[in-house]
Nanobody, 121 residues
Framework: QAQLVESGGGLVQPGGSLRLSCAAS????????VHWYRQAPGKQRELVAA???????TYADSVKGRFTISRDNAKNTVYLQMNNLQPEDTGDYCC???????????????WGQGTQVTVSS
């Protein structure tokens, strides 16, 4: 069973930057698509960014030009670089990934516990 652990959240002033990490461990043969979601209090969870195994990326319109998703397959880690953060970026950021435990199994989705990002002056 694979586990995902997010890190890098915290309190930052508007205009500041943070880099989130989503690290996978456990039984991992291959990691496919990885997504970052966020959820603010009282709001629905929204997709922030996603990256395929080959490196293709997609972003929510609200973060385009400010956030960058990347991955290091050798480290089983995906990053979310967030620049020019604004109060509306505040939320709990979670990653989920499609993971194969071995060459014969299919991809299964694993979720992390989340990391809190607060943007406030």
């Amino acid at each position: 069973q694979a586990q995902l652990v997010e890190s890098g959240g915290g309190l930052v002033q508007p205009g500041g930057s943070l880099r989130l990490s989503c690290a996978a461990s456990g039984n991992i043969f291959s990691i496919g698509n990885v997504h970052w979601y966020r959820q603010a209090p009282g709001k629905q969870r929204e997709l922030v960014a996603a990256i395929s195994r080959s490196g293709s990326t997609t972003y929510a319109d609200s973060v385009k030009g400010r956030f960058t998703i990347s991955r290091d397959n050798a480290k089983n880690t995906v990053y979310l670089q967030m620049n020019n953060l604004q109060p509306e970026d505040t939320g709990d950021y979670c990653c989920y990934a499609d993971i194969k435990a071995d060459r014969y199994s299919g991809y299964r989705t694993s979720w992390g516990q989340g990391t809190q990002v607060t943007v406030s002056s």
